[in-house]
């Protein structure tokens, strides 16, 4: 029996009318609530995720890199599991401290050939005038500060083109700080601790009295000063530019770590000399 007119209808025509309803798609979201996420990003997302392929390249730019990477490469190649293989998920820690141990070595290396480049090249000049600077002191500086700030740089720059560019800019702040609370006063502490344990070996009476480890660095107390204030200058450039990473924020953090390597070098070489 047909509804009568004016009233609703109920019974198996509403039923209906729900399950069309229920059934039909929902229309999308506007584009304004759409997160976009470009198709770049999704592409780099899925090379991070792929195993690692050794194979030889098709192209030259590709073989070029792949000919400047492989001593660094391989090794870990060879030594270490891809956490990235369905087989090597499992061994994650062994990874974890391989690559610990790995940059300990990679590390070594890079002081090592550093100073053998300096000492070669002439770096600082052997005259009177700087027969207290060393070369450890003018490479840590410019070369090995350079070459140890690669591993941020890098991870920076993927979550920054990620969209985190909290994250970036803490990585870098936290990672400075890592290295002067653990990174230094950790080799120090095992080396005090080898001290201990041969005087121990050799009987002596006291076997924890240990010489300290000097640091030879002409100005050092001036340089952490401007390695302080060159944290607040970085603060206040963020806060300056509204918190939002730009090209004249970039070209400004250049300007202060030219300011801060020169300021430095001229310390060093006592060209200024440090009031404290």
């Known amino acids: 029996m047909a509804p009568e007119r004016g009233r609703p209808a109920t019974g198996r025509s509403l039923k209906h009318v729900l399950l069309i309803c229920l059934t039909c798609p929902l ?100 005259s009177p005038p700087y027969l207290t600077v060393t070369t450890r002191q003018v490479m840590g500086l410019t070369i090995l500060a350079a070459g140890t700030s690669v591993p941020d740089l890098i991870t920076s720059v993927i979550v920054a083109r990620k969209g985190f560019g909290d994250m970036a800019v803490s990585s870098s702040v936290g990672s400075n700080i890592f290295d002067v609370c653990v990174g230094l006063p950790v080799p120090w502490l095992i080396s005090a601790l080898v001290d201990v344990v041969r005087n121990m070996a050799h009987g002596r009476e006291n076997p924890w009295q240990v010489l300290p480890i000097p640091v030879k660095s002409e100005g050092i107390a001036c340089s952490v000063m401007l390695l302080f204030s060159m944290l607040m200058f970085v603060i206040i450039s963020i806060a300056v530019s509204k918190w939002k990473m730009s090209k004249g924020l970039g070209g400004f953090m250049f300007v202060l770590y030219f300011i801060f390597v020169t300021v430095s070098l001229l310390l060093s070489y006592r060209k200024l000399i440090c009031p404290i």
């Open 27 to 126: 229309p999308s979201a506007p584009s304004w609530l759409q997160y976009p996420v470009p198709l770049q990003m999704e592409a780099e997302e899925d090379d991070e995720n792929k195993p690692i392929d050794l194979s030889w390249p098709d192209t030259w730019r590709k073989r070029l890199t792949y000919l400047f990477v492989a001593p660094i490469i391989i090794p870990l190649w060879l030594t270490m599991p891809d956490t990235r293989t369905p087989r090597g998920k499992r061994f994650f820690v062994i990874a974890f401290f391989g690559s610990i141990f790995w940059i300990a070595i990679f590390s070594y290396l890079m002081v090592w050939w550093a100073s053998t480049v300096g000492d070669t090249i002439g770096i600082p000049p052997p």
